[in-house]
């Protein structure tokens, strides 16, 4: 398998003010959504409740979950590969770029009567500079890219897990339910046995993911209950604040007009996350949703299936990744 990589995913909330503990604590009663607090309706199928023995039904409801599950992270390794490759093209145009003042630099020494004349040393001063903060930005630069690479191999190993407790959920429920459609039982693809140490690195797989959607959980319940505005609103009116006291400064002045750009954009940025629109809002609720039917069949699969029988010793995330965007 792709190797389970331990590098942590980016974190979805941030310290948000207020907490969503005391509500799912007390939506936990049989048939109610542990995260938004709605009951289930009779012809909805509640995950939760499923057994060890769960009928056609319910097993093509979790096969259907489990399915979304493994694309979601798929389509969110596609990503992390772009952001990857993406940080590539920028090195190598950091690159050609000091390429090119080395050049400059050499040219500089063309003729013996260069080296006196003081234009000269204004050129390579200001070219060493530029040298200087290009090294510094592709220093950067290579750090994202190792993150985002990092991240990318993670991400791949998750897929397989995902793949993996798809065909184990299978090959459990053709064992166990005679009834199934024969479509489904000649459709059925071989199932790797894992090595001892295969089945450690899928738990602890399985443990990331499901901390990672149990944070996703409550960044979709703050931007539904008002949590993630107050927090925009806050973020807000720190950038107002520095804008009012840089616009004390002269106009003519080349830090205020740089910087005025930049918080400028944070700005409009800010405001654009704090406009929520009906059809933001449906969305928001739907991946409120889709997301705690992945929490519930991954803790299916963890709990009622333990699927890969192996104990997790209980660890701290600080997830460092999430590739949803409101968009």
């Keep these: ?67 979304m599950i493994t694309r979601f992270y798929r389509q969110g390794s596609e990503t992390k590969k772009k952001n990857w490759e993406a940080m590539g093209v920028e090195i190598e145009k950091l690159e050609y770029d000091e390429k090119m003042a080395r050049a400059q630099i050499e040219a500089l020494d063309l003729k ?55 065909l184990n959920l299978d090959h459990y429920c053709v064992s166990i339910l005679p009834d199934l459609p024969e479509s489904i039982k000649n459709s059925l693809k071989p199932i790797k046995d894992l090595t001892p140490e295969e089945a450690k690195d899928f738990g602890k797989g399985l443990d990331e993911i499901v901390y990672n959607l149990k944070e996703s959980q409550d960044f979709f319940q ?12 806050i973020e807000k009116e720190i950038i107002e604040a520095q804008l009012d006291a840089i616009r004390k400064f002269p106009e003519d002045n080349a830090r205020r007009q740089y910087i005025e750009g930049e918080l400028t954009r944070d700005l409009e940025y800010v405001v654009s996350n704090m406009e929520i629109s009906p059809e933001s809002s449906k969305r928001r609720h739907k991946m409120l949703k889709n997301h705690n039917e992945f929490f519930q069949v991954l803790m299916y699969n963890k709990e009622k299936l333990q699927a890969l029988g192996v104990t997790i010793d209980e660890r701290k995330y600080d997830p460092k990744f999430d590739h949803y965007q409101d968009d």
């Design 1 to 67: 398998m792709a190797e389970v990589c331990p590098v942590k995913i980016h974190k979805v909330t941030e310290d948000y003010e207020g907490s969503a503990s005391q509500e799912k604590a007390s939506a936990s009663s049989v048939g109610v959504c542990p995260i938004t607090g709605t009951k289930s309706s009779p012809d909805e199928i509640d995950i939760a409740e499923v057994t060890d023995t769960p009928s056609v039904k319910e097993y093509k409801k979790i096969r259907k979950v489990m399915g």
């Design 222 to 233: 703050a931007s539904i209950d008002g949590r993630l505005t107050k927090y925009h609103n």
């Design 112 to 166: 013996p009567g260069f080296k006196s004349h003081p234009k000269r040393k204004d050129y390579l001063r200001d070219l060493n500079a530029e040298l200087d903060g290009l090294h510094k930005q592709k220093q950067g630069f290579l750090e994202k890219q190792k993150e985002f690479f990092d991240l990318y191999v993670w991400s791949k190993g998750i897929v397989v897990v995902c793949e993996w407790l798809e």
